[in-house]
């Protein structure tokens, strides 16, 4: 079965160190979105791309966080510098191209990277 | 703006009891999705259901079953002869549009937690 792939699963860093984490999407799935999840709440969306394009990044914070999906498969979310607040769980998930068929609605996630920043 | 409210934060029962999990939702859409996740303690948040807007007919997948009341807002959750592999924390999410984009917004979750 086709799973959405992230890694690392786990990461220690300092504050003020850089951090990134990679996802690798559902083959065939044009949307990507990564989403932020402090203990305790729901997830919350930082940045969707629809192929290689961002559609919406109004939740990312840009004075420190940036995303991308160079060639519209794969994608990276990267930290600089991590701050306390940022220890949280970061979610990829991947969707088909929006469109009519009702599958293309869904959102399917990957395993999550645990982010801790000391 | 959307919102998904699950006011029940945690809930404990026995193995076997049938529990139901409590989500209501605020949208202006006409159109929108609703949908059920479970994140157990691995953290990947898992599909469970997807229902849309003019579908109100409720649904039974095993010992699980969902009744969403369009009247109500609502979109509850229950599972029914609960086993201890069903402890997690479910989560209701609503599919928003904007921006030409479609997002999530989930609620706070709730805990489940299954007794032996």
């Known amino acids: 079965e086709a799973e959405v792939a992230q890694s690392p699963r786990y990461k220690i860093t300092e504050k003020s160190q850089a951090v990134a984490f990679w996802c690798d999407p559902i083959s065939g799935h044009a949307t990507l979105y990564w989403y932020r999840q402090i203990l305790g709440q729901g997830p919350e969306l930082l940045v969707q791309?629809?192929?290689?394009?961002?559609?919406?990044d109004s939740q990312l914070p840009k004075d420190r966080f940036s995303a991308e999906r160079l060639k519209g498969v794969d994608s990276t979310l990267k930290i600089q510098p991590a701050e306390l607040g940022d220890s949280a769980m970061y979610l990829c998930?991947?969707?088909?191209?929006?469109?009519?068929?009702?599958?293309?609605?869904?959102?399917?996630f990957g395993p999550g990277t645990r982010l801790l920043v000391l | 703006a959307q919102k998904v409210t699950q006011a029940q934060t945690e809930i404990s029962v026995v193995e076997k009891e049938d529990v139901t999990l409590d989500c209501v939702y605020e949208?202006?859409?006409?159109?929108?999705?609703l949908f059920w996740y479970k994140q157990p303690p691995s953290g990947e948040l898992v599909f469970l259901i997807r229902?849309?807007?003019?579908?109100?007919q409720n649904e039974i997948s095993g010992r699980y079953s969902w009744n969403f009341q369009k009247s109500t807002s609502s979109f509850n959750f229950t599972i029914t002869a609960s086993q201890v592999v069903d402890s997690a924390v479910y989560f209701c999410a609503l599919s928003e549009f904007s921006k030409g984009a479609q997002k999530l917004v989930f609620g706070q979750g709730t805990r489940l937690t299954i007794n032996p």
């Open positions: 791309f629809q192929d290689e394009s961002v559609v919406d």
């Open positions: 998930a991947s969707s088909l191209e929006p469109g009519l068929a009702a599958d293309s609605q869904t959102q399917y």
């Open positions: 229902r849309n807007s003019f579908d109100e």
């Open positions: 949208t202006r859409d006409t159109t929108y999705y």
